[in-house]
């Protein structure tokens, strides 16, 4: 985790007249995940909304990839996850009441190379996440799974650089990236979807065909729930 974000995130809200505090946390870690769960719901009076955002990838060949380099991924992107629902279910089942969104990717829906770590666990939040929903929705507990495109962060000039024609911040702060492939939209998936898009802003003297852009989809569960 990023702590200076982490940490500005809570006085932005609190100058809207909002109420937050960031914790520090292994994910997958089986005590300090629910305790932090449970530190949320004491602070606001209950836990009613849960996000699972954390994620990391390793990207290599399965013959190069190591035992720890895949634990890793698993533990991060679908380990963690579970026990954040396992500890967030119980809290909600009780309340009758609250909405787990799990962000997967693409990559739940479709395969590239040397990135089979990612795609197990992106497929596999895809399944817990129907599975929760089948299992909680009589609770009145509602599950949904984000399926997001690639989206334009500091990461992808460490893991892209060949497809990258420039990256840098824009004055306002915001990640900008042109990337030097033609526009590729990802297909719409999910049973209803409400949706809409995403593009890294183009640097200065680049044209806007150079941008790539993605699409994004809220997948309920439910088929229309």
Not at 14 to 19: D, L, M, P, T
Not at 81 to 89: D, I, M, S, V
Not at 143 to 165: N, Q
Request: charged content about 20%; glycine content about 10%.
């Amino acid at each position: 985790m990023r702590a200076e974000p982490a940490d500005a995130a809570p006085r932005e809200i609190a100058r809207f007249g909002g109420k937050a505090f960031a914790l520090r946390i292994d994910v997958a870690d089986e005590h300090t995940a629910p305790e932090a769960v449970l530190a949320a719901a004491e602070a606001h009076g209950g836990l009613y909304a849960l996000i699972n955002n954390a994620g990391v990838d390793v990207t290599l060949p399965i013959d190069e990839i190591s035992v720890e380099q895949w634990d890793a991924v698993l533990r991060t992107n679908l380990r963690g996850p579970f026990l954040l629902c396992r500890a967030a279910a119980t809290l909600m089942k009780r309340q009758r009441r609250g909405h787990i969104v799990n962000v997967t990717s693409t990559a739940a829906k479709r395969a590239w190379p040397n990135a089979s770590a990612y795609h197990a666990t992106k497929w596999g939040l895809l399944g817990l996440s129907h599975a929760l929903h089948a299992e909680l929705r009589p609770q009145g507990v509602r599950v949904c799974a984000v399926v997001a495109g690639g989206i334009c962060t500091p990461v992808f000039p460490d893991r892209l650089p060949h497809r990258l024609g420039h990256v840098g911040n824009r004055p306002d702060g915001h990640f900008r990236a042109t990337f030097e492939t033609q526009r590729v939209d990802p297909p719409r998936i999910g049973l209803t979807q409400a949706g809409g898009s995403f593009g890294c802003h183009p640097a200065h003297g680049q044209p806007e065909s150079n941008q790539r852009r993605g699409s994004v989809s809220l997948q309920d569960l439910a088929g229309g729930h």
